[in-house]
């Protein structure tokens, strides 16, 4: 049973596609050309969103939409990634003041108020609606797509799937995915690729140089290019030759003589992107020599066992913290250090960059959430394994001291709080108040370490 959130939610973007576009007579009159940084929903004062109308905008016409969701909740932040693609092409975009990393049902809320009201001040066209979004708001933009089956395309830039969901045998969207070479993301983009693949859906996924963050502003407009291109190919855009030559000759222009799998990448893409739209045998027949090519087929099995080795890697770490097992954490460190000293353009470098980036911030949450849930012996445990993979990780000791401070475990506690003073953590302010010290705050040794610190500089992070 759907809950009264993802009721309401199918209610507007399916019984009637995006809500009465009559009512947009009523719509308050926003300014085409610029960002207006707050729209309260008429429906919910708590509920906001950034909008931005092209330039060219009025309302004798639907227009083309994108939602966008930023992991923070910044919807100007979101809304002006795309701007340059909206102007371009003729989009209305909306970002969300609400929807943030977190709880599902209050990102629902943010999405279904924010469709809703923009629906009935604008006149949208229900054919061509799209979502996007970064990290976590990619989840949401996804999951959208995935309930409503009225979303034509989704931007997922650094993210993929929402927890507990998977692709339908028939994916109704097209994907543009991206990753940055050390995004904590990447394996996980690229297992979705192969997915999509396989089910012959709609996509693409360009990598690009970086981490987990927003993909450059030329990668966001060959996002958006490519949805003006499928919506052609779709049949709910009109074939625009002004659009599709320009676009066709700066691929054909970009196309490199080598490696062979990085020119088959770009002549397949241009065979998928613009096959019906123009003249691509030549494009395609290269496609399938290449593709065909002991080179290429070498390079794709490689890629393939690529991310498959940091997936296996990354399991192989958090079993071992998660048994304490800090003889293989300290093992597994001295693996990826040396992986880290090899060329930084060389895949080993950058794969121990990805995971150690992906490793660190999931065992960050997990310290938190054992400490939460006050399952001090766990994260005891945990931390002894994580004190063992980097001894220069001052919160990590701190962090040790604090749990076993939770257990009455004095000894064990200076002695975690000494290393982490030698890792360079050295805020009396903060040790001194941390309750879990509270129990042998007038201890001796206890008391000698706070004079070794000073005042508030050096706090645990």
Not at 71 to 90: D, Q, S, T
Not at 320 to 334: C, E, I, V
């Amino acid at each position: 049973m759907l809950s009264p959130t993802r009721a309401l939610f199918r209610t507007v973007l399916v019984c009637g596609g995006l809500m009465a576009f009559a009512s947009a007579a009523r719509a308050q009159e926003f300014i085409p050309g610029q960002i207006i940084d707050q729209v309260v929903t008429r429906a919910d004062a708590k509920q906001s969103y950034a909008v931005y109308l092209p330039t060219n905008f009025n309302r004798g016409r639907d227009w083309p939409v994108i939602f966008v969701f930023d992991p923070g909740a910044r919807g100007r932040n979101a809304v002006e990634r795309l701007r340059p693609a909206a102007e371009k092409f003729g989009y209305v975009v909306a970002g969300s003041n609400n929807s943030r990393n977190g709880p599902i049902e209050p990102q629902y809320s943010a999405m279904v108020a924010m469709i809703g009201d923009l629906s009935q001040r604008v006149p949208l066209d229900p054919q061509r609606v799209y979502t996007a979004g970064m990290s976590g708001g990619s989840r949401v933009a996804l999951r959208t797509a995935l309930i409503s089956g009225k979303i034509r395309g989704v931007l997922a830039f650094s993210a993929g799937l929402p927890g507990g969901m998977v692709l339908p045998a028939k994916v109704p969207f097209a994907w543009f995915g991206t990753a940055g070479k050390t995004d904590m993301n990447y394996a996980e983009m690229k297992r979705l690729e192969a997915d999509l693949e396989g089910k012959g859906a709609t996509h693409r996924l360009t990598i690009f140089d970086g981490g987990h963050t927003w993909p450059p502003a030329e990668v966001v407009m060959a996002g958006v290019e490519w949805l003006e291109l499928e919506a052609m190919r779709g049949g709910v855009q009109a074939k625009d030759e002004a659009v599709i030559q320009p676009l066709l000759a700066a691929r054909i222009a970009a196309i490199p003589a080598a490696p062979p799998q990085e020119r088959w990448q770009a002549v397949q893409a241009i065979t998928r992107d613009f096959k019906g739209l123009a003249d691509v045998g030549p494009y395609e027949k290269q496609a399938q020599d290449l593709g065909a090519s002991r080179e290429v087929k070498a390079w794709q099995k490689a890629d393939l066992k690529s991310v498959d080795r940091e997936i296996d890697l990354l399991n192989a770490l958090d079993d071992a913290a998660m048994a304490g097992d800090a003889p293989t954490m300290k093992k597994r460190s001295a693996e990826l250090h040396k992986m880290l000293a090899a060329p930084a353009d060389s895949e080993d470098h950058v794969l121990a960059r990805r995971i150690l980036t992906v490793f660190s911030g999931s065992m960050r949450e997990m310290v938190r959430s054992l400490f939460q849930q006050e399952a001090y012996a766990d994260v005891e445990n945990f931390l002894v394994a994580m004190a063992a993979f980097d001894p220069t990780d001052a919160r990590a000791h701190y962090d040790l001291a604090r749990a076993r401070g939770q257990l009455a475990d004095r000894k064990g506690a200076l002695a975690a709080l000494t290393d982490a003073m030698k890792a360079g953590y050295t805020n009396a302010v903060q040790a001194a108040a941390e309750p879990a010290f509270a129990r042998f705050k007038d201890d001796a040794a206890f008391k000698a370490l706070l004079e070794k610190m000073s005042p508030a500089e050096g706090a645990a992070r």
